[in-house]
């Protein structure tokens, strides 16, 4: 298949993997009504046409959290990524690096944060989840601070997990026993690229920064029964205490999706946000991030550095993101699709795809710096 575009590489990754992580990725929480906004409202948004500008030159950089990045673009933080290549999250560390960009390593990856240091050759962020063991946090956060990652995302609208459909029908919630472990291999039988390239070649299968708690029973089991249990759902604006005196490089607040929230998140201290609904996979009916950004960035843009994830499929919909007011973007499912259609060659081909749709949108709009983006890009 040639691949055009972030989705032929959907179109790919539901070939190739077991539906059990195809529907896992690609799914959101209930009848998905926030997972199909996310994507529509981006979509509605027209760019404003404006020609006979120079436009010869374009650069697409910025600078973020004292870091030089070349495209307004961070990979967002996925649990279980590295179930959709081999050693996922180490592929995708190096295809952010090769295109300069930072890559956040989620809590529950399954390469843990020093395997994915071993593969790096920079700074990579790590993604925090509240568990409810404070000292294994401590040593988590230890554990990222050693293995030299450059910015904390801490990541607060999942005090539960929220329930997807999807995950129920294909066998990776609920299914703990031997039936789902049959069906789960079963359906991996018959993606056999997958079962060989990950199944067998990508072991172990677990959940690694979390494993030395759990040993063997580290989640993968019964993923979201896990998640349950042991997040911690107590968590207050108070506990961002506990990180700051853990953690003194950047802190970014992730899943602000109101106004209040974000200047609160500014008063305790966070140098960023990220507006986000966790790409529609916890609560239902909330809007879409594209809708909520521009409140939230006239609230506290000036405070701290707001970022926004969500829907994010095309290098237009970037555009579309910091023309209502973001400083960057974090891609979720766009890079995990490539991922698992690709590996490290897919993530890279998938960034270059977007970077070539922003460039023609900028110069499109008229813009050659990505500071030149502002609201006067858009048809109101
Ligand atoms: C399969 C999958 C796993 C995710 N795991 C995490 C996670 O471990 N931590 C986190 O903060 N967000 C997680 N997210 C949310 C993403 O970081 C991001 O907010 C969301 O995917 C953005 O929406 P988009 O996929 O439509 O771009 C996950 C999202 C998906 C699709």
Known sequence: MKIASTFDYRTLAKRRLPPFLFEYIDGGSYAEVTLRRNVAELERIALRQ????????????????????????????????????????????????????????????????DEVAAAA??????????????????ALIDKAKA???????FTVDMPLPGSRYRDVHSGLAGASGLLGQ???AWQGALHPGWAWDVGIMGRPHQLGNV???????????????????????????????????????????????????????????????????????????????ASALPAIAEAVGDQLTVLVDGGIRTGLDVIRMLALGAKGVLLGRAWVYALAGGGQAGVEHVLRIIETEMRIAMALTGRTRIDQIDRTCLVD
């Open 147 to 153: 293995a030299g990652c450059s910015t904390m995302i």
């Open 50 to 113: 404006r020609v006979l500008n120079d436009v010869d030159q374009i650069d697409l950089s910025t600078r973020l959290f004292d870091e030089d990045m070349a495209l307004p673009i961070g990979l967002g933080p996925i649990g279980l990524a590295g179930m959709n290549a081999r050693r996922g999250e180490r592929q995708a560390v190096r295809a952010a690096e090769k295109i300069g960009i930072p890559f956040t390593l989620s809590t529950v990856s399954c390469c843990p944060i």
């Open 211 to 289: 494993a030395p708690v759990l040993g063997h029973d580290s989640g993968l089991e019964d993923f979201l029964g896990w998640m349950k249990t042991n997040f911690d759902a107590s968590v207050t604006w108070k506990d961002l205490d506990f990180i700051r005196e853990n953690w003194d490089g950047p802190l970014i607040i992730k899943g602000i999706l109101d106004a209040e929230d974000a200047k609160a998140a500014a008063s305790a201290g966070a140098d960023g946000i990220v507006v986000s609904n966790h790409g529609g996979r916890q609560l239902d009916g909330v809007p879409a991030t």
């Open 121 to 138: 050759s920079k700074p990579f962020w790590f993604q925090l989840y509240m568990i409810r063991d404070r000292g294994f946090m401590r």
């Open 182 to 184: 049959f069906r789960r």
